[in-house]
């Protein structure tokens, strides 16, 4: 199974933008369905983003036209581009299988959005 290390958080002032990376080891980024994840106030951690094997995406509503999903398949990377973040961004994301599987959570990065 994979591990996940995400990384690129921050502090950002309302409207900025910020890049996540995810760092997947032990599996091909192109072999698997990609999630990014946050948090949430009930620590439920909701998908926000996919990207899948094929490259295709999928946003839920509260990202869609902000947030962006990539690869660097050299790298064996993900990305997450956040652009107009607003203080309701402002959460812990994660990068997991997706479906998630709750045994390959990382550490996650802390997004926070201030003035």
């Known amino acids: 199974q994979a591990t996940f290390a995400e990384s690129g958080g921050g502090l950002v002032p309302p409207g900025g933008s910020l890049k996540l990376s995810c760092a997947v080891i032990g599996v091909w980024v192109t072999d698997i369905d990609i999630g990014w994840y946050r948090q949430g106030t009930e620590k439920t951690r909701e998908v926000i983003a996919i990207i899948r094997q094929d490259g295709t995406t999928h946003y839920e509503d509260p990202v869609k036209g902000r947030f962006y999903v990539g690869r660097d398949n050299g790298r064996n990377q993900a990305y997450l581009h956040m652009n107009n973040l607003q203080p309701d961004d402002s959460d812990v994301y994660f990068c997991?299988?997706?479906?998630?599987?709750?045994?390959?959570w990382g550490r996650g990065s802390q997004v926070t959005v201030s003035s």
């Open positions: 997991n299988y997706f479906p998630r599987d709750d045994r390959t």
